[in-house]
């Protein structure tokens, strides 16, 4: 099973709001991470947890606030968004190990902000 | 600089010809590649991989790739298209050396099949 799970499929929030995007995976990987993709465009890397601690941290906005609660979950805290940050947010983990260093991705959450 | 091109926009093929995705890399190391693929609305589906090994690696779906180091190339390929294969392909590179598990994308590439 190489299943990652996002929720919510869709979100629209205005510019005040707070919400969060959720992650999950149980294949055992030790390494997840948050994507933004703008359409037709490839995915651009956010934020990297290796063992549930952050390892990178790509000069995101500090309106995005990443959390791993444990090794098979993953938040993205949203709050105070622009319109611009509209876009498909991914989530993907990796085993890194025995050969396996691909990347499996969820579905996705459409974020509209208004 | 670490570097993916995928040199073609949109590649158009007739239903049951072969089809070629191209990609051409740059590393300071030795690479892993990937191939992935995206229908619309949908997340990125991982299609094939070059760890180590035969250079002639097979994925999902049919599809294969070449790993050729000397042209630093990795080229998608299938030897008869279906209409279902039209999509996006996207092609990634992550140098072995690199703790930080970060990949390289090329700009994607749209596959367009004609019946």
């Known amino acids: 099973d190489t299943e990652v799970t996002q929720t919510p499929k869709h979100l629209v929030m205005g510019m005040t709001n707070k919400k969060s995007l959720k992650c999950e995976q149980h294949m055992g990987h030790r390494a997840m991470y948050w994507y933004k993709q703008k359409a037709k465009k490839p995915p651009e890397l956010m934020f990297v947890?290796?063992?549930?601690?952050?390892?990178i941290n790509e000069s995101v906005p500090s309106r995005f606030s990443p959390e791993c609660p444990n090794s098979s979950l993953l938040n993205l805290h949203l709050h105070a968004l622009q319109p611009e940050d509209s876009a498909l947010y991914l989530c993907?983990?990796?085993?890194?190990?025995?050969?396996?260093?691909?990347?499996?991705f969820g579905p996705g959450t459409r974020l509209t902000v208004t | 600089a670490q570097s993916v091109a995928q040199p073609e926009d949109q590649v158009n093929v007739a239903e049951g010809n072969p089809l070629t995705v191209k990609c051409t890399y740059s590393v300071s190391g030795n690479p892993y590649l990937f191939w992935y693929v995206q229908y619309p609305n949908r997340g990125l589906q991982f299609l094939l991989k070059y760890i180590t090994g035969d250079n002639l690696v097979k994925g999902s779906y049919g599809f294969e790739a070449e790993f050729n180091k000397s042209q630093t190339s990795f080229h998608l390929k299938k030897p008869s298209a279906l209409v279902s294969d039209s999509a996006l392909y996207f092609c990634?590179?992550?140098?072995?050396?690199?703790?930080?598990?970060?990949?390289?994308w090329g700009a994607g590439t749209k596959l367009i099949i004609k019946p």
């Open positions: 993907a983990s990796s085993q890194e190990g025995q050969g396996s260093y691909e990347q499996y």
């Open positions: 990634a590179v992550r140098d072995i050396e690199d703790s930080n598990y970060q990949l390289i």
């Open positions: 947890y290796s063992y549930e601690k952050l390892s």
